[in-house]
Protein backbone atom coordinates (compact mmCIF):
# COMPACT_ATOMS: atom_id res chain seq x y z
CA UNK A 1 0.00 0.00 0.00
CA UNK A 2 1.39 3.40 -0.79
CA UNK A 3 0.78 6.13 1.99
CA UNK A 4 1.99 10.12 1.55
CA UNK A 5 1.15 11.35 5.01
CA UNK A 6 1.82 15.25 5.17
CA UNK A 7 1.95 16.98 8.33
CA UNK A 8 2.70 21.23 9.29
CA UNK A 9 -0.38 22.73 8.01
CA UNK A 10 -1.88 25.15 10.71
CA UNK A 11 -3.25 28.76 10.90
CA UNK A 12 -0.82 32.05 10.24
CA UNK A 13 -1.07 34.94 9.95
CA UNK A 14 -0.24 36.66 6.68
CA UNK A 15 3.56 37.42 6.35
CA UNK A 16 4.16 34.23 8.38
CA UNK A 17 6.22 30.54 7.48
CA UNK A 18 5.08 27.29 7.63
CA UNK A 19 6.89 24.12 6.76
CA UNK A 20 4.69 20.73 5.59
CA UNK A 21 6.27 17.27 5.56
CA UNK A 22 4.99 14.37 3.66
CA UNK A 23 6.02 10.90 4.85
CA UNK A 24 5.89 7.96 1.74
CA UNK A 25 6.11 4.40 2.33
CA UNK A 26 5.54 1.46 -0.22
CA UNK A 27 7.24 3.08 -2.63
CA UNK A 28 10.60 3.51 -4.04
CA UNK A 29 11.03 6.77 -3.52
CA UNK A 30 14.00 7.80 -5.05
CA UNK A 31 12.35 6.52 -8.22
CA UNK A 32 9.58 9.08 -7.98
CA UNK A 33 9.41 13.27 -8.82
CA UNK A 34 7.41 14.72 -5.57
CA UNK A 35 5.44 17.58 -5.28
CA UNK A 36 2.37 19.95 -3.87
CA UNK A 37 -0.58 20.99 -5.19
CA UNK A 38 -3.24 22.89 -3.64
CA UNK A 39 -7.14 23.00 -3.74
CA UNK A 40 -9.05 26.03 -2.24
CA UNK A 41 -12.60 25.67 -1.84
CA UNK A 42 -14.71 26.35 -4.96
CA UNK A 43 -11.08 25.95 -7.30
CA UNK A 44 -9.29 23.30 -8.86
CA UNK A 45 -6.34 21.64 -7.75
CA UNK A 46 -3.42 23.44 -8.89
CA UNK A 47 0.22 22.68 -9.17
CA UNK A 48 2.46 24.32 -6.23
CA UNK A 49 5.78 23.05 -6.38
CA UNK A 50 8.33 19.78 -7.93
CA UNK A 51 11.09 18.25 -7.49
CA UNK A 52 13.30 15.45 -9.22
CA UNK A 53 14.09 12.08 -8.02
CA UNK A 54 17.41 13.12 -6.79
CA UNK A 55 16.22 17.12 -5.29
CA UNK A 56 18.74 18.70 -8.95
CA UNK A 57 15.83 20.11 -10.25
CA UNK A 58 12.45 22.27 -8.68
CA UNK A 59 9.81 24.15 -10.55
CA UNK A 60 7.19 26.31 -9.07
CA UNK A 61 4.14 28.06 -9.87
CA UNK A 62 4.54 31.52 -10.51
CA UNK A 63 2.89 32.87 -7.63
CA UNK A 64 5.07 31.10 -5.33
CA UNK A 65 8.16 31.89 -6.96
CA UNK A 66 10.69 33.53 -3.77
CA UNK A 67 8.62 32.38 -1.49
CA UNK A 68 8.16 28.59 -1.30
CA UNK A 69 11.21 26.19 -1.37
CA UNK A 70 10.64 22.19 -1.89
CA UNK A 71 12.96 19.90 -1.09
CA UNK A 72 13.25 16.11 -0.33
CA UNK A 73 15.50 14.00 1.81
CA UNK A 74 15.27 10.45 0.21
CA UNK A 75 17.14 9.03 3.44
CA UNK A 76 13.73 9.43 5.35
CA UNK A 77 11.21 9.02 2.26
CA UNK A 78 10.35 12.45 2.96
CA UNK A 79 9.51 15.55 0.78
CA UNK A 80 9.01 19.06 2.29
CA UNK A 81 7.49 22.52 1.35
CA UNK A 82 8.91 25.82 3.15
CA UNK A 83 6.42 28.19 3.06
CA UNK A 84 7.67 31.97 3.66
CA UNK A 85 5.75 35.23 3.12
CA UNK A 86 2.25 33.86 3.35
CA UNK A 87 -0.89 35.34 1.87
CA UNK A 88 -4.21 35.00 2.36
CA UNK A 89 -5.02 33.92 -0.80
CA UNK A 90 -2.35 30.66 0.03
CA UNK A 91 -5.23 29.29 1.95
CA UNK A 92 -5.67 25.68 0.62
CA UNK A 93 -5.73 22.21 1.21
CA UNK A 94 -2.21 21.05 0.51
CA UNK A 95 -1.56 17.88 -0.73
CA UNK A 96 1.57 15.95 -1.25
CA UNK A 97 1.98 14.35 -4.65
CA UNK A 98 4.01 11.47 -6.32
CA UNK A 99 4.17 10.61 -9.88
CA UNK A 100 6.78 8.48 -12.02
CA UNK A 101 7.76 10.76 -14.27
CA UNK A 102 7.69 14.71 -14.09
CA UNK A 103 5.94 17.09 -11.53
CA UNK A 104 6.32 20.15 -12.93
CA UNK A 105 3.89 23.71 -13.76
CA UNK A 106 2.38 21.97 -16.68
CA UNK A 107 1.05 18.96 -15.05
CA UNK A 108 -2.42 18.72 -14.27
CA UNK A 109 -3.44 16.94 -11.17
CA UNK A 110 -5.33 14.14 -13.10
CA UNK A 111 -1.48 12.64 -13.90
CA UNK A 112 -0.14 12.26 -10.65
CA UNK A 113 -0.02 8.61 -9.35
CA UNK A 114 -0.75 8.96 -6.03
CA UNK A 115 -1.76 11.48 -3.65
CA UNK A 116 -1.31 12.35 0.23
CA UNK A 117 -4.41 12.69 2.49
CA UNK A 118 -4.08 17.00 2.53
CA UNK A 119 -3.53 19.18 5.54
CA UNK A 120 -5.09 22.73 5.78
CA UNK A 121 -3.06 25.63 5.63
CA UNK A 122 -4.99 29.06 6.76
CA UNK A 123 -3.63 32.34 6.59
CA UNK A 124 -5.18 35.09 8.53
CA UNK A 125 -5.11 38.82 7.38
Known amino acids: QVQLVESGGGLVQAGGSLRLSCVAS????????MGWFRQAPGKEREFVAGISWSGGNRYYADSMKGRFTISRDNAKNTVYLQMNSLKPEDTAVYYC??????????????????WGQGTQVTVSS
Open 26 to 33: GLTFSSYA
Open 97 to 114: AADHLLLTPGVGAVYVDY
